[in-house]
């Protein structure tokens, strides 16, 4: 049985759950799903400028774990880019901090 997944930090709440192109590519509409933890990864590391080892530590996870998170993140947001599709983000397995709107969430319930 495998083992259960860690929780991860997040300390900033989405401020939008999601992007959409100005037009739709000729094969319709696809969209792709962003962890809320994929996007504090994203936060940290490439708009803060953290190195991951400090991003790693803000998220409570293990410098390895928060490299993973965030190469799936980029390819995630890379492939919405170039390929046109809507990008949601929703879900995961985090905690915000008590002093936050929400404390907990989990699962792939609806947007934030």
Not at 77 to 105: C, H, Q, T, Y
């Amino acid at each position: 049985m495998p083992r259960p997944r860690k929780r991860r930090f997040v300390q900033v709440p989405p401020l939008v759950n999601g992007f959409q192109p100005n037009r739709l590519p000729p094969w319709g509409r696809e969209e792709l799903i962003l962890p809320v933890e994929g996007l504090e990864a994203i936060r940290l590391n490439d708009f803060e400028g953290l190195d991951q080892e400090t991003a790693a530590d803000r998220m409570g996870v293990s410098r390895p774990t928060f490299g993973r998170i965030l190469s799936e993140a980029r390819r995630i947001v890379a492939e919405v880019l170039v390929m046109g599709k809507v990008l949601r983000i929703e879900g995961g397995d985090f905690e915000m901090p008590p002093n936050s709107r929400r404390r907990r969430r989990r699962g792939r319930g609806g947007p934030f």
